[in-house]
């Protein structure tokens, strides 16, 4: 690989009281190229609070802050950029609200959305789910085969999400995935964030020196 894949974090579907903390010591533990706020319940006001909190704490430690689902509330409360999923609006229209920030777009386990997404300008495309999951309904299963052709043919990083853990992410960092998205990796992880980050971390770089 011509860059070493990288942790990419997303917020469990509830924030606990302390989260901020755990946020914090998460992003201290170890190299994580972005955090995703993924609220899917909250109402809007919760989601802008939660933006107002958790945003500084990424941004101070070069960590891009992202919004789900939201490209017009990303661009007004000076997200550094918004993922979107296939239902998620207009995708060009979310380009044009995102100039100059990153775009991100759910392509599930589709070579035809990929490409639709990278003609609409998206900065990445995330595949998956890749391993059984409980942090959403996973209707899409997609393959390391899919990593393996995006990463050949095409620049646009592409971003690997769904059930992966310190156990079974080698594949996918051989197969060309250029970030891991994980949620119960880090925050459910037994000893803590911190520790969940570092797992991954290794977990990363073996397969990467494997690969």
Known sequence: MDAPCRLYLITPPILPPDFPDRLAAALDAGDVACLQLRLKEAPPDAVRRAVEALMPIAQARDVAFLLN???ALAAELGCDGAHLGQEDGDHAEGRRLLEGRILGITCHDSRHLAMLAGEAGADYVAFGAFFPTTTKEARHRAGTDLLEWWSEMFEIPCVAIG???AANC????????????????????PEGPAAGVRAMQRAIAEAGDAA
Request: net charge negative; glycine share 12%; no cysteine.
């Open 69 to 71: 689902d939201d490209a």
């Open 170 to 189: 080698a594949p996918l960092v051989r197969a060309g995935a250029d970030f891991l998205a994980v949620v119960g990796a880090v925050w459910n992880h």
């Open 163 to 165: 059930g992966i853990t």
